[in-house]
């Protein structure tokens, strides 16, 4: 982790347990207000750096869950939530992940659902893997986005938000340090589209970011498919989520001082 830590000088152990605390609180509606918790109204009054610092040290928690073996398949359990979506019984809308592009070929015969949705879920999660790992920490990355293309609050709380359903509600993908800085990239432009009314032009972004326009287009609709259009996020959701990240990495206020 980079530059991080909790306010006790430490993240508590084990990490799992703690993405896993975060996880069962932060997607449902918001709690009742306790004295001295996050309000509703708190979230506007949230700088976005502190946000983004709650990005950053989130982000960086779950890639430390992949072990440094494991980087070359980005993908975690992919194959039960693709059974899951073919019986109907995932957590989101339960129909299969369809794929655009010269990439995908018919399957052979006796090929299920299932099957098909693993091929699928593998292709999109490639197209966020790095041929290795690159030189400039997430801390720097999210500081050169946010300086050039500074964006809410809100787009950093949902960024984080959709990462968590992916990462460990959904598993589609795991998230490590070769795929981490394209998929918070891809996950801060569709939250800029889903919950701003205006926003940065596409080339500025991809320039900023270090990818071609093509390459964000990619990463855009790649990342819009792995989070099964799931993408609507309101004040209760972000709140709850903003409350869990406090309370158990601390508050970040100087991220881009």
Not at 100 to 128: M, V, W
Not at 152 to 181: D, G, K, Q, W
Request: net charge negative; charged share 25%.
């Amino acid at each position: 982790m980079t530059g991080y830590s909790s306010e006790d000088g430490a993240i508590h152990d084990p990490q799992s347990d703690v993405v896993s605390r975060w996880t069962q609180s932060d997607l449902g509606p918001a709690r009742e207000d306790k004295e001295g918790a996050l309000k509703s109204d708190d979230i506007d009054q949230m700088p976005p750096a502190s946000a983004l610092g709650l990005l950053c040290v989130y982000t960086e928690l779950l890639a430390k869950q992949t072990p440094i073996d494991n980087l070359d398949d980005c993908r975690v359990d992919a194959f039960p939530l693709a059974k899951d979506r073919a019986q109907g019984d995932s957590v989101s809308s339960g129909e299969a992940t369809p794929v655009s592009g010269t990439e995908i070929h018919c399957c052979p015969a006796g090929y299920n659902d299932a099957g098909r949705d693993l091929i699928q879920l593998g292709i999109l999660s490639k197209r966020f893997l790095s041929r290795r790992v690159p030189s400039i920490t997430l801390k720097d990355y999210l500081l050169r986005l946010h300086r050039y293309c500074p964006m809410s609050t809100a787009v950093y709380l949902a960024t984080s938000m959709y990462l968590t359903r992916m990462v460990t509600v959904e598993r589609t993908i795991s998230l490590n340090h070769r795929n981490m800085h394209r998929l918070v990239l891809a996950g801060l432009r569709v939250a800029m589209k889903a919950l701003e009314d205006l926003s940065y032009p596409h080339s500025r972004i991809a320039k900023v970011g270090g990818v071609t326009e093509r390459e964000l287009s990619k990463l855009e609709i790649s990342f819009c498919f792995l989070a099964d259009f799931e993408l609507r996020v309101d004040v209760s959701m972000l709140t709850n989520h903003a409350r869990a990240l406090e309370e158990n990495v601390g508050y970040y206020s100087d991220i881009a001082s």
